[in-house]
């Protein structure tokens, strides 16, 4: 698609629901990043995924928290037994494979889904 | 480590007036350096990007942003805001393909 797609875009959910968010890269993006915004916070790296190399986790903030990649396109983040403390906006980024250019290197965000946890 | 660092948490300028935000960084080698914004509500946008060559770089709406080696600066600028300029700014540098961002700084216009 045109730009880095993410759903849903709001989703409340009760404390120890499990949670799935989806998002869509744009199209030949070899890289997906997750990224999480607390409320009036900067951002946080989550996880990392390129092309077929094995993801870097190391921003998960709990085992709660995972994620995966189907052929390399589309990532699901799944947070299992949610908490209060997990509500936030999570982003979504992609980009280009290397830096071949410097013209259409960088990094497109979706717009995120919010979450809120009560 | 690598870091990126905004020193100011809010701004606030008048509209018509210029702006600068300040963005520094720490980093080993030559960094690739960008700056998004986010308006309320709204996801992030790449607003400019540095990678080599001229240290001036345009970017969209009427934004620049300056790269300073010897300062480990970039920083942003825009010679006249207006009031759909009020959101929120971050400077990020790229580190491995992973991106290390900086707190961000509130932009705040005066009518």
């Known amino acids: 698609g045109a730009g880095v797609s993410q759903s849903p875009s709001n989703k409340v959910t009760e404390k120890g629901k499990d949670v799935e968010l989806r998002c869509d890269p744009i199209s030949g993006h070899t890289a997906l990043y997750w990224y999480r915004q607390s409320l009036g916070q900067g951002l946080e790296f989550l996880i990392y995924?390129?092309?077929?190399?094995?993801?870097?986790k190391s921003g998960l903030p709990s085992d709660r928290f995972s994620a995966e990649r189907t052929g390399g396109s589309v990532s699901t983040l799944t947070i299992q037994r949610t908490q209060q403390e997990d509500s936030a906006v999570y982003l979504c980024?992609?980009?280009?494979?290397?830096?071949?250019?410097?013209?259409?290197?960088?990094?497109?965000f979706g717009s995120g889904t919010r979450l809120t946890v009560v | 480590a690598q870091s990126v660092t905004q020193p100011d948490i809010h701004i606030t300028v008048s509209e018509g007036a210029s702006l600068e935000l300040r963005c520094n960084y720490s980093?080993?080698?030559?960094?690739?350096l960008f700056w998004y914004v986010q308006s309320p509500g709204q996801g992030l946008q790449l607003l400019l990007k540095?990678?080599?060559?001229d240290t001036l770089v345009q970017g969209i709406k009427g934004f620049e942003a300056e790269f300073k080696r010897s300062q480990s600066s970039f920083n942003l600028r825009k010679p006249s805001v207006h009031w759909s300029d009020a959101a929120e700014y971050f400077c990020?540098?790229?580190?491995?393909?992973?991106?290390?961002w900086g707190a961000g700084t509130k932009l705040i216009i005066k009518p």
């Open positions: 980093y080993g080698a030559t960094p690739y």
């Open positions: 990020a540098v790229d580190s491995n393909y992973q991106l290390i």
């Open positions: 980024a992609s980009s280009p494979p290397v830096v071949s250019s410097s013209t259409n290197y960088g990094y497109t």
């Open positions: 995924f390129q092309g077929n190399s094995a993801p870097d």
């Open positions: 540095y990678f080599s060559g």
